[in-house]
DNA sequence: TATGAATGAGTATTCATTCAT
DNA sequence: TATGAATGAATACTCATTCAT
């Protein structure tokens, strides 16, 4: 490898470094609670020195955001693909996105954000909003694809993507908040139980 | 009217007027994103002058939060009221929760606000939260009673208020965010049928 | 008495109150660091009420200040008035200062801040300062009198003024501060024993 | 030198520099009484400026005081040092501490806003108030130490201590704010005749 | 690249004072 | 007289950003 080669890739590892930071911090102190100079310190860096790897704070923020939505991504896609049975392929679409907020929940923290219409001011309002919407198509089309391939109309089958996209997010929301403990409920199980029914009722159709 | 007596009223309607002041700004920008100086600008008064009406910044958002949630609670019960038939109250008390946010995007955004992160940064304390929990139950309470009356259990009618509760929390967040959009759905389309589907299970139990 | 001498009485009582109301108030949180408010609530009035009584923060300080040096003053006069031993006299003229102040901790604060060369922006500066001078010259000529009826030259006499009163402010002080507490020792012995040496010297000259 | 070592000595004359303009702005308004602003103000920089140099204003009080009081230890050894007899000793070290306060005023009110209400509002601590009877107890010591080598009991020389360091802070206050002119008299002649008048009673015992 | 120092605008809150009622 | 509401300036402190070194 090259030298120019060498050092490119240490910048980048430094990048990851700090976006790895900013994460823990967001996530512990909230996005419109965390400070530069907080992400920095845990980086190890003072704040003038994050400015030679990001072009500002909301700069900053996006990538964050961005690295989220990619590892969302991934988990379903790898979620699903070792499975061959269109039935299994469905139900395991139709949880994937909720398992992977449950189990990032600073993903979640970081979605939320996202999802409020925060982020405003930041000036890069609609590349990110298509991106996003993009993540989420990738994400949750699978689900729609199953359910046609199950007997579904196509209506049938975008209906089930909101459904369930609502769902989960409902559930997600009153995990995180610690609310569904007020119902001594499981939020994974009412996801299952949720999945499974609409699953019967595409069968039984 | 005495003299006295007119200027309490002054008063009260100043207060309102600057609680439907901060109703907006704050969510808006939510808590921490808000300042004092604008909410008093956009009620037409200098920052100082707001701590003769509320003790700090937190307590002028605990007012408005409290406002919000007694609003939700009349409307539900109003909502119900008039109803006799069990399995109307069931379908209104499953909706309403869902329709109070849908018509009061401003409620809606204070509610998330409030959901975030469990309030941890906020401080707003323990008998914020209790006083939340509270009026959520008192919200959400009917429609297990009316679940029972229809012949479910008592753990089928508690699951049925996590269920109906996500469902809507879900669906709302999709509707605020415009993302419903993407489907080409009707969110209260989509709760209605939720509700529907939900009593015909109980009934054909 | 008539209707508005009645109405002139009860306005000075109130004044009078609410001196009593700042000289506490001042006592506990030093001149600094009370405000008007303060004061004001002390005094069971709104801040607002005081103008009524007093043209400004300053001129209420200036007020409790002076009440406090008429007090020190008809305290040293009472003091010496029912003795008739010129030794006796002396005795009392050069421990008077100090036992006012030992006796009143409030007014020695009070005091410390009019000696600070304080309340310089209050623009009453001159006029405070030559009615301080008066009062202190009150409060101490009796010593040189005394001395002199007991032999001392003027020149003495007036030493033993200089000497007296630093002796009798650097014991207050040390009081005052809790410092004399390091040194075991007892603030009126020293300042009793200090005169007695003193009045000694001046019969043994 | 190195670059390092160069920019390390530029923020150590800047961080000496903001204490000399502190140091001025305090004394004569005291900690209350000045604002950051005054100070940084004063110093040719910007409020916030400040904080890259001292945590708090407090804490930029703190190490005013505690130069000020490094200063007359410094002072009051120097003094002694040189000397060989007691009875020297004992008077140099009996004058030192009027003396350093004679000729730094700014110290001397630095001093008197330590001792004002010991304190109490300002929260320094106790740390800070340790330290001060610290420093106290080394500058006068030498007192004591001598009077006991030129004969006078352990009570004695304690007692010796507390006079002269009472007679000192009379004359220093009646000094600092003039009123040692309306008598005519010169405040470290007085000092020298008390001290001298001491320690002829020692050895004439 | 990275730092440390600096800025200028911003934060919530307090205060002396004013004034209509 | 007294109040309650209002102002405008002040308070200590924080923050994103810049820049010489």
Redesign the pocket.
């Given at each position: 490898m090259t030298i120019k080669g060498k050092?490119?890739k240490?910048?980048e590892e430094?990048r990851k470094m700090i976006l790895t930071s900013a994460r823990e911090v967001f996530s512990e102190n909230g996005l419109e609670?965390?400070?530069?100079?907080?992400?920095?310190a845990h980086a190890?860096?003072?704040?003038?020195?994050?400015?030679?790897?990001?072009?500002?704070?909301?700069?900053?923020y996006a990538e964050v955001l961005n690295l989220s939505l990619q590892r969302l991504e991934e988990r379903i896609k790898s979620e699903i693909e070792t499975l061959t049975s269109h039935e299994e392929r469905l139900y395991a679409s139709g949880l994937a996105f909720f398992t992977f907020y449950e189990e990032n929940p600073i993903d979640l923290d970081l979605g939320f954000y996202l999802f409020r219409g925060g982020m405003k001011p930041a000036g890069l309002g609609r590349e990110r909003d298509i991106a996003l919407n993009q993540a989420l198509e990738d994400a949750l089309s699978p689900i729609a694809e199953e359910a046609e391939k199950l007997g579904a109309t196509e209506t049938e089958a975008n209906l089930l993507v909101v459904d369930c996209f609502a769902h989960a997010t409902g559930l997600l929301l009153l995990l995180h908040t610690g609310r569904i403990r007020m119902f001594n409920a499981s939020a994974s199980v009412r996801m299952k139980e949720y999945v499974s029914e609409k699953i019967e009722q595409i069968k039984n159709k």
């Open positions: 050092r490119v240490i910048a430094k609670g965390t400070s530069l100079r907080a992400v920095a190890g860096y003072t704040p003038g020195a994050l400015y030679f790897h990001f072009d500002s704070k909301e700069a900053l």
